[in-house]
């Protein structure tokens, strides 16, 4: 059995996603340089885009070709993270001390997984007893 926090977590990565790849951004989007006039942007072909500011840089941060390999980060932690022995007393592979299994700090989910979670805390859905502790 899969945790919630994990179910959770995999819901919002995937709306991440989702949005992400449908997302159609201009050709060249990480290639936009600032040009010499205030708050004008010009793709690499010298062609006006759009305003600058802190909202238009802001979208440029959240483009699809930086969020994507994110969210596959995030992904390939939450892989590594997995439980071992689920549904007896599932213990993080990766944190889990095998001689001594005392459920302090390496409970299920660990708190690696606990603190990529807490980064979407203002999510739908997300519960405080899944903070890291």
Do not use: K
């Not at 072909?45 to 994110?70: D, I, K, N, T, Y």
């Not at 549904?87 to 095998?98: E, K, S």
């Amino acid at each position: 059995m899969t945790h919630d926090l994990v179910v959770w977590l995999g819901g919002v990565l995937d709306r991440i996603e989702q949005t992400a790849q449908a997302a159609d951004p201009p050709p060249g989007l990480d290639d936009i340089e600032y040009n010499d006039t205030p708050n004008v942007w010009t793709d690499p072909h010298g062609e006006f885009w759009g305003r600058g500011g802190p909202v238009f840089v802001h979208v440029l941060a959240h483009s699809p070709a930086r969020v994507l390999p994110l969210v596959a980060a995030m992904r390939a932690i939450l892989a590594e993270h997995a439980p071992e022995r689920p549904g007896i007393l599932p213990t993080c592979t990766v944190c889990a001390d095998p001689p001594a299994y005392d459920a302090t700090w390496r409970d299920y989910p660990c708190r690696t997984i606990r603190l990529l979670a807490a980064a979407f805390a203002g999510e739908p859905g997300y519960r405080p007893e899944w903070g890291p502790q």
